[in-house]
Antibody, heavy 120, light 106 residues
Framework: QVQLVESGGGVVQPGRPLRLSCAASTFTFSSYTMHWVRQAPGKGLEWVAVISDDGSNKYYADSVKGRFTISRDNSKNTLYLQMNSLRPEDTAVYYC?????????????WGQGALVTVSS | SYELTQPSSVSVSPGQTARITCSGDVLAKKYARWFQQKPGQAPVLLIYKDSERPSEIPERFSGSSSGTTVTLTISGAQVEDETDYYCYSAADNSVVFGGGTKLTVL
């Protein structure tokens, strides 16, 4: 069974950094475009960032551009999200997701989420 | 930017058919997906490519598409199906989500 497991969440003060990781198993990680998506308490889903399968292309939501950096290490089957200059409004559950992008791919894969709380 | 619109809530009695719609211009050119989200759990993919169902998903879940609207149908809804459902689509180097629909089965 495919697993995506996020880690690195926690409570952090405003302005401080935090790095999330997402470890993939039994999953052709290196062939998938990977995304970070977040969900603030009681709210809907917000797309955060995407990275292409080889890591050469990255795109960000306007709300995090310039503060967050997405990266991946295909040799370790791991996705990262470096979050700098955190704000209270960044408080959310952060999900990593492999979203099928190639014609040969069908299924999307989701992690269980990591809670990030930005509070003084 | 694209938007997807879902009803905020749908209610059915156990055994009835629940239908949840999702509308947006992006669906005219990109596939829709649906997932089920239960509190504290990973989202579960129910439907991909508008109407395809992963092998482990029960047959009572089905998807259909017409123009810029897709529909998730739960035939014979069960009490355990009461939770939140989201449609989404991948487009223009991002993912767009519907606002989510809370399904009540009682």
């Amino acid at each position: 069974q495919v697993q995506l497991v996020e880690s690195g969440g926690g409570v952090v003060q405003p302005g401080r950094p935090l790095r999330l990781s997402c470890a993939a198993s039994t999953f052709t990680f290196s062939s998938y475009t990977m995304h970070w998506v977040r969900q603030a308490p009681g709210k809907g889903l917000e797309w955060v960032a995407v990275i292409s399968d080889d890591g050469s292309n990255k795109y960000y939501a306007d709300s995090v551009k310039g503060r967050f950096t997405i990266s991946r290490d295909n040799s370790k089957n791991t996705l990262y999200l470096q979050m700098n200059s955190l704000r209270p409004e960044d408080t959310a559950v952060y999900y990593c997701a492999g979203i099928a992008a190639r014609p040969s791919q069908n299924l999307d894969y989701w992690g269980q989420g990591a809670l990030v709380t930005v509070s003084s | 930017s694209y938007e997807l619109t879902q009803p905020s809530s749908v209610s059915v009695s156990p055994g009835q058919t629940a239908r949840i719609t999702c509308s947006g211009d992006v669906l005219a050119k990109k596939y829709a997906r649906w997932f089920q989200q239960k509190p504290g759990q990973a989202p579960v993919l129910l439907i991909y490519k508008d109407s395809e169902r992963p092998s482990e998903i029960p047959e009572r879940f089905s998807g259909s598409s017409s123009g810029t609207t897709v529909t998730l149908t739960i035939s014979g809804a069960q009490v355990e199906d009461e939770t939140d459902y989201y449609c989404y689509s991948a487009a223009d180097n991002s993912v767009v989500f519907g606002g989510g629909t809370k399904l009540t089965v009682l």
